[in-house]
């Protein structure tokens, strides 16, 4: 278990509210061992005739007080005080809440008094960080509240609740502690073979491992969703010019982001937009129609489509569904031969000349497409598209429940490490090897899932983890 450094100790404040403009109220907060003294020396309650510069310490916790903030005598703001005594707190120890008026000068005033009667400036995540030193949340729970902070949709605010109440720790830690009794099992029969025997205990050992593979999948799964969660579906607009692949972009987005002409090749560089789609975030990019350019600015903009293809999640692959398919769209369906692709029959509201069994024909087999029509015109089609994003990235995929939990790149590590540390007791068993052989990857396995929840976790990575916090928290 981390422990503080000498640096870490000390009283720290914060203003904990959003601080880049001026609001009703704001929070200074402050947490550690003087953070009552500190608040008797600057505070004054209306109740205190003579102030006796003890109040605060002789009052009970969780109790708020109303008074007001003194400087060397000067009068700083009106305020209520939140008095929380540890250990019942958010960091674990003593914390003093100021609720003041929320302007930026009288806020900042406050925190430099805060500062100059003892505290210290708080490190971004500073709170969270003494609440995991000091036992009040393990590593998972603390991302989660940053996660929880940074949500940008519901399904990732849900699964980052659930995570903070503990349902990744709570479901690692009986695996955790059935890997650990394996082991100890081992050592006993290996130091005692006389009272304790490891007949059948290979077979027991194997169904278990299996089982705990099974739950650990299930995980280790869940981030290439909760990537897509939290971050968006990086999704490609590609098309040869004049499709109209700009009008969906504005069409999606709501409004009039890109350019829109009946110029082929209008759009000459990527534009990027980031949409809510029914709780799901798109990062959408439209990009320049795909053709033999002959002028050097649109050719660099059609291999900068190219190349942004290359990485998306989702192509929308817009076809101009009034002109015939050529050389151009062959291109655009050899590049997406391999990804996730969905068809725009585009402009359906004209004569139709290209029908989905001409787009399916060419297509590659392999690809596992859906053909949407839409007329960007009439603004038809685009609820189709709507429910069918939901459909192929939230339903089915995501069971959004009570016990969803999205992991993320850490702990989706820690948990392929397990996993092959249990594969690699697999196969010592297969192998027929003695049970000694299994004691140091069964350990292996124990001590990755360790870093999940911050039992096995070093210094510099504790801090990579909380300095992504916002001030305050
Ligand atoms: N009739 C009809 N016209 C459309 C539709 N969608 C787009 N258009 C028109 O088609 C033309 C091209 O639309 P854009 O959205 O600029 O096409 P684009 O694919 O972005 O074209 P480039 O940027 O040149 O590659 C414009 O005149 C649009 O108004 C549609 O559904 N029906
Ligand atoms: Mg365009």
Known sequence: MLQYSELEAGTI???????????GISIVRMSGPEAIAI?????????????????????????????????????VDEVLLMLMKAPNTYTREDV????????????????????EYGARPAEAGEFTKRAFLNGRMDLSQAEAVIDLIEAKNQIFMKASLNQLEGKLSSQIAPIRESLLNDCAHIEAALDDPEHIDLEGFST??????????????????????????????????????????????????RCDRAIVTDIPGTTRDTIEEQIRLKDMLLNLVDTA????????????????????A???????????????????????????????????????????????????????????????????????????????????????????????????DRQKNALVSCVHSIEQVLQSIELGLSEDFYTI?????????GRITGDEVEDDLANQIFEKFCMGK
């Open 39 to 75: 608040a008797d020396r600057i505070f004054v309650s209306v109740h205190e005739k003579t102030p006796s510069g003890e109040y605060l310490a002789n009052a009970n916790s969780h109790t708020i007080h109303y008074g007001h903030i003194y400087s060397h005598g000067t009068l």
């Open 13 to 23: 404040a914060a203003i904990s509210t959003g601080n880049v403009t001026n609001a």
């Open 204 to 253: 027991d050992l194997k169904n278990r491992l299996y089982a705990i593979l099974e739950n650990l999948q299930r995980y280790i799964d869940s981030f290439s969703s909760g990537k897509i969660v939290r971050e968006g579906i990086r999704t490609v607009i590609l098309g040869k010019p004049n499709a109209g692949k700009s009008s969906l972009l504005n069409a999606l987005s």
């Open 310 to 408: 290359e990485d998306a999640d989702l192509i929308l692959y817009v076809v101009d569904c009034s002109t015939p398919l050529d050389a151009n769209d062959s291109k655009i369906m050899d590049l997406i031969r391999d990804k996730n692709v969905i068809v725009i029959l585009n402009k359906s509201d004209l004569d139709e000349v290209v029908t989905e069994e001409d787009l399916f024909s060419r297509l590659s087999p392999t690809n596992q497409v859906r053909m949407i029509h839409t007329s960007m015109v009439k603004e038809e089609g685009l609820e189709l598209l709507e429910e069918t994003l939901y459909d192929l990235y939230v339903k089915g995929r995501l069971v959004v429940s009570d016990d969803l939990v999205l992991v993320n």
């Open 96 to 115: 003093v809440e100021i609720n003041c008026h929320g302007g930026m000068l009288v806020t900042r005033a406050i925190l430099e008094t805060c500062y």
């Open 289 to 308: 129609g795909i053709r033999d350019a002959s002028d050097q600015v649109e050719s660099i903009g059609v291999d900068k489509s190219l190349k942004c």
């Open 441 to 449: 990857d069964l350990m292996n396995a124990y001590a990755f899932l």
